[in-house]
C-alpha cells in the first residue's frame, strides 16, 4: 500500500534552517507529481509546494515561495523540502502528499507527518 514517512523536523530559533524528507513506498513513484502541506492545530491544511514527476517545474504558496524549495530524487523514491529564513508562523506539522492528477494542491494520500517548531 502507500506509505509515506516524513522525516527532519524539529525545534530551530527564527531564521534557520532545516531541511525534511519524505520516503515513499507502495507505488510507482516517478509517475506522481509530490507535494508538502501543513497543518496547525485547529486549522486546516496549508498547501505549500508541488513538484513535477522528473523534478523539472515546481510550484509554491506565496507564504513560502523563496524561502523553501521543493526537490525529489526518484532513485531514492524521495523528496525534500529544504526551509530558510524560518520563522514562528512556520510552526506547524509537516506532511508529504502524492498528487494523483496535474491540479497541484489537491493530494490523495499523506504521511504521519513531522512536527517543525520555530522559537527562540
Known amino acids: 500500500q502507500v506509505q509515506l514517512v516524513e522525516s527532519g523536523g524539529g525545534w530551530v530559533q527564527p531564521g534557520g534552517s532545516l531541511t525534511l524528507s519524505c520516503q515513499a513506498s507502495g507505488f510507482a513513484f516517478s509517475d506522481y507529481y509530490m507535494a508538502w502541506v501543513r497543518q496547525v492545530p485547529g486549522g486546516g491544511p496549508e498547501w505549500l509546494a508541488t513538484?513535477?514527476?522528473?523534478?523539472?517545474?515546481?510550484r509554491y504558496a506565496d507564504s513560502v515561495r523563496g524561502r523553501f524549495t521543493i526537490s525529489r530524487d526518484n532513485d531514492k523514491n524521495a523528496v525534500y523540502l529544504q526551509m530558510n529564513l524560518l520563522n514562528t508562523e512556520d510552526t506547524a506539522l509537516y506532511f508529504c502528499a502524492r498528487v494523483p492528477g496535474v491540479r497541484a494542491e489537491e493530494y490523495d494520500f499523506r504521511g504521519p507527518g513531522t512536527q517543525v517548531t520555530v522559537s527562540s
Open positions: 513538484i513535477t514527476t522528473f523534478g523539472a517545474n515546481s
